[in-house]
């Protein structure tokens, strides 16, 4: 098998103020693998995947991305490697309009502006969005903001992906649109990690490595 592309180990981390403390001996996350992420209301699942994709540093041990200790990286590097979709996925959300949202993390990869125009617009078209490019992201349901969150994500073509409990609120089409992407993003060898408390997403992909969370211990 191939070098897992996030490890955490011995990793500990303590939020400044409250008492909650993550504690995660061994994880390994690996390119074109399905991860579930799995555990009752409150017991890290979140805080773990803060720390998988560097948002949040450890207070002890340490975050490698490809093999290399990602504990001094800056998040835009980070997220070269591992994308995040947020729990609330309208707190990734930065430009005025759509289509800017997706040129605006394009650009920040250095592509030229014809390139990340027409990536853009394919992006939004296979996720339904593209009569949308101009609307403001004020003005997007929560799960058009979910589903634009995550073409910003495949903008920056990364080679792992977390999702924080993509299902919330989705009905039926959004649903399938989203599985639909999970498995095209496997077959291209990409690495998933899915959070989520839903039956039908633990029932679709029996496959998946289970990772449990326990009162904020990880059992990978
Ligand atoms: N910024 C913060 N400061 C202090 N404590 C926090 C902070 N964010 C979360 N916590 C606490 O850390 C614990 C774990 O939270 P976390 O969000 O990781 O849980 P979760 O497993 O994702 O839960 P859920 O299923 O509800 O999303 C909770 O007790 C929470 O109250
Ligand atoms: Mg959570």
Not at 22 to 32: E, I, Y
Not at 70 to 92: C, D, H, M, W
Not at 100 to 118: D, H, P, R, Y
């Amino acid at each position: 098998m191939s070098a897992p592309v996030i490890v955490l180990q011995n990793a500990v981390y303590k939020y400044p103020k409250g008492s909650f403390s993550l504690n995660c001996p061994a994880l390994q996350l690996f390119a074109g693998e399905l991860a579930l992420i799995l555990g009752p209301n409150g017991s890290g699942k979140t805080t773990l995947s803060k720390l998988a994709c560097g948002i949040y540093k450890p207070d002890s041990g340490q975050l490698l991305l490809n093999g290399e200790s990602a504990n001094g990286f800056s998040l835009g590097k980070i997220g070269k490697t591992v994308g995040y979709l947020f729990q609330e996925p309208g707190r990734q959300l930065f430009a005025t309009n759509c289509l800017e949202e997706l040129t605006f993390v394009g650009e920040i990869k250095g592509a030229n502006k014809e390139q990340t125009a027409a990536r853009a617009e394919d992006i939004l078209k296979r996720f339904g969005l593209f009569e949308l490019r101009e609307r403001s992201i004020y003005r997007l349901s929560r799960g058009e903001k979910q589903r634009l969150a995550l073409c910003g994500i495949l903008m920056q073509n990364p080679l792992y992906i977390i999702l924080d409990e993509p299902t919330t609120g989705l009905d039926k089409q959004a649903r399938q649109v989203l599985y639909n992407t999970i498995d095209e993003l496997l077959s291209q060898g990409v690495g998933l990690a899915v959070i989520s408390h839903d039956h039908e997403v633990i029932d679709r992909y029996t496959q998946a490595k289970i990772i449990k969370v326990a009162n904020g211990e990880v059992l990978a």
